[in-house]
Nanobody, 123 residues
Framework: EVQLQASGGGLVNPGGSLTLSCAAS????????IGWFRQAPGKEREWISCVSSGGNSYYEDSVQDRFTISRDNDKNTAYLQMNSLKPEDTAAYYC?????????????????WGQGTLVTVSS
């Protein structure tokens, strides 16, 4: 059974940092790109970053230079380091595995999803 488990969310002050983790099992993790998405209340789910099977990364403009995506294929885990957090980053964050190894922001190419982890940025 394919599983992705996102964790690490919480309440953080504006300007603070959090690191999300995405632990995967049940498939060949190293051969698939991993993406992070988020969904704020009342809004559609949006792509924010992905990491290819080879470790290349790609970011949505609003998180570029603040978020860093990475992966450890030995641990079947992907990470999203989030710095300089803003109130508008408040959302449920989801990780997903793509059907391809390369970078993509196309939500239709992600076929396995973890449950969300909630990030709240507030003072």
């Amino acid at each position: 059974e394919v599983q992705l488990q996102a964790s690490g969310g919480g309440l953080v002050n504006p300007g603070g940092s959090l690191t999300l983790s995405c632990a995967a099992s049940g498939f060949s993790f190293a051969g698939h790109a991993i993406g992070w998405f988020r969904q704020a209340p009342g809004k559609e789910r949006e792509w924010i970053s992905c990491v290819s099977s080879g470790g290349n990364s790609y970011y949505e403009d609003s998180v570029q230079d603040r978020f860093t995506i990475s992966r450890d294929n030995d641990k079947n885990t992907a990470y999203l380091q989030m710095n300089s957090l803003k109130p508008e980053d408040t959302a449920a964050y989801y990780c997903a595995a793509a059907v391809i190894p390369g970078l993509t922001r196309r939500i239709s190419l992600y076929n396995h999803w973890g449950q969300g982890t909630l990030v709240t940025v507030s003072s």
